[in-house]
Nanobody, 119 residues
Framework: QVQLVESGGGLVQAGGSLRLSCAAS????????MGWFRQAPGKEREFVAA????????YYADSVKGRFTISRDNAKNTGYLQMNSLKPEDTAVYYC????????????WGQGTQVTVSS
């Protein structure tokens, strides 16, 4: 089991940027694919981005493609989500996930970090 802790959320104006971090501990982080998901009030949790265990493959939801970048540093047991050109509709709690399968909702979850984008 991998333990995950997200950080880096906050309040930002539309057009601004934030970088989320996901710090992992426990079992070998580099053995797992990592994903970012988000959940806005009254909505279901949705996929945002995912990255393979090696970092060689990345995947994005259409709504964030070209604005968000997922990356990881296995030496630091940390994953990242760089979010640029933020929009009010990006407001949500963002969660990271570590799973054997890219984009899967199985595996371990962090507690989430709030991102609020003001217009």
């Amino acid at each position: 089991q991998v333990q995950l802790v997200e950080s880096g959320g906050g309040l930002v104006q539309a057009g601004g940027s934030l970088r989320l971090s996901c710090a992992a501990s426990g079992r070998t982080f580099s053995s797992y694919a990592m994903g970012w998901f988000r959940q806005a009030p009254g909505k279901e949790r949705e996929f945002v981005a995912a990255i393979s265990w090696s970092g060689g493959s990345t995947y994005y939801a259409d709504s964030v493609k070209g604005r968000f970048t997922i990356s990881r540093d296995n030496a630091k047991n940390t994953g990242y989500l760089q979010m640029n050109s933020l929009k009010p509709e990006d407001t949500a709690v963002y969660y990271c996930n570590a799973s054997p399968i890219v984009g899967s909702t199985a595996g371990s979850w962090g507690q989430g970090t709030q991102v609020t984008v003001s217009s």
